[in-house]
């Protein structure tokens, strides 16, 4: 029941003063209320419940938080071997936690 | 699908995974408040994976579940009613009543209709002017903002052939029961993702302060899981108790200030029972005064309800995180999705069906 999906806004309208769209997830199609994200454009990516859109995805945020689950635990492999050139995404030196 | 795969990569779970194993150093139990997490920690394995000695206790956070028997058997008679089209979301069709369940009225000749939002229910109140549509408001905070909006709506648009019948259930109040419990063995709690993108994160912090427990506001794919958990332990290690947001791509500080505003106008606070656990104060919403005129408990005189409950069913147990459900005698013999005895067993959140749909072989028979 609290799941909420991310889909990309592919559309806008209004119904009856209502803000609408259009959200795609992964190749399927919804009519989505937008009346709380009043900010979302068409591209945006935002969270939708029981069709209703919740919030805008936080792009920037999203990717800041694989960085840091990439850097887990890298500083300390490091530490023990230098490098570590099998680690996923390559993360920069420094990045902790 | 975009946002969604990144956070099931297998190679950073087992970084995370790692990680929490180089941190722990004595037994912890945290808790999940969320069914929709419980079901990600069952069908990846999540809890198997963990280090020895990590428990998760699986919460109450299941509406479907906590929905009490009195509005399930209210719902049943509304929707038994001639001249009544009845909608609800999917997750409430098979939820036992005491005689019963919504398929089983729908059967017997009742017009109960499935839908994915609750505005689709005003719509088929327009559809149908000589009819009297009935949607079942049920859910967390999360689904709040949607069902308050159905109820603006209908109102502005004139529409009186359409009433809400209302459960809608409050996560803070639930962690304060949870904590003032005798038997609480809860050390730290992963916060419900979706909950505090509407309302935000200050309600925990007096629970935090209160309890002194660490809340880490937690998503929903299996590595959201898995930084939740980390951080939660990483906390309760070092003897810190803080509120955390582990979430931040799809949760601000201050959550989502129109659809609390919406929410505030159309609904006010209530004690709530709580199937299987009891009356929690405060923990619910109900039907402001100023939106009366659309409550179904009031327009429609369904008088004469007893409940029963099955004597077999430990759901309350299992809601309270007392027990896990295959130590229930019943479940996966006389209680199974086909036949269920409690509404964990047949909700996609329920803890219940989670392991039945992914643990039941594990089982010793």
Partial sequence: MCLGIPGRVEAVWEVHGMPMGTVDFGGIRKEVCLAYVPEVEVGDYTIVHVGFALTKLDEASALETLELMRSVGMLEAELVQGTNPDAPGEPGPGRHP | ?365
């Fill in chain 2, 1 to 365: 699908m975009k946002y969604l795969d990144e956070f099931g990569d297998p190679d950073l779970a087992r970084r995370l995974l790692d990680d929490i194993a180089a941190t722990v150093t004595r037994p912890w139990a945290l808790m999940e408040v969320c069914g929709g997490q419980t079901h990600t920690i069952v069908r990846n394995g999540i809890d198997q994976l963990l280090p020895e000695g990590v428990e998760m206790i699986h919460g109450p956070g299941c509406p479907v579940c906590v929905t009490p028997l009195e509005t399930i058997d209210r719902a049943l008679a509304i929707a038994a009613t001639p001249g009544v089209i009845f909608c609800s979301f999917g997750d409430m069709i098979r939820v036992p009543g005491s005689h019963g369940d919504l398929f089983r009225v729908k059967s017997t000749g009742g017009d109960v209709r499935i839908v994915y939002s609750p505005l689709d229910a005003v719509r088929i109140a327009q559809d149908n002017p000589d009819k009297q549509v009935v949607f079942f408001g049920i859910g967390f905070e999360t689904t709040a903002p949607a069902n308050a909006m159905t109820v603006q709506v209908a109102r502005r648009q004139g529409i009186t052939n359409f009433s809400l019948l209302v459960s809608h259930v409050l996560v803070p109040p639930a962690i304060t029961a949870i904590m003032e419990s005798p038997s609480c063995r809860v050390q730290g709690f992963l916060a419900a993702g979706h909950v505090c993108t509407v309302m935000g994160m200050a309600q925990y912090e007096p629970l935090v302060a209160k309890y002194n427990v660490p809340i880490v506001v937690t998503g929903f794919e299996p590595l959201d899981v898995l930084e939740g958990i980390r951080r939660t332990v990483r906390q309760l290690e070092e003897g810190r108790a803080e509120l955390e947001n582990a979430y931040p791509r799809a949760v601000a500080p201050a959550g989502n200030p129109v659809a609390q505003a919406v929410v505030e106008d159309v609904f006010s606070v209530c004690d709530r029972a709580w199937r299987g656990i009891g009356v929690i104060p405060r923990s619910g919403w109900r039907l402001a005064e100023a939106y009366a005129d659309f409550d179904a408990e009031t327009r429609f005189d369904v008088s004469g309800i007893i409940t029963t409950e099955s004597e077999l069913c430990r759901a309350g147990e299992v809601l309270q995180g007392l027990i896990k459900p295959v130590q229930c005698e019943a479940f996966g013999t006389t209680c199974t999705p086909r036949s269920p005895l409690g509404a964990p067993m047949v909700s996609s959140e329920g803890a219940c069906a989670a392991y039945y749909q992914f643990r039941r072989l594990e089982q010793p028979a």
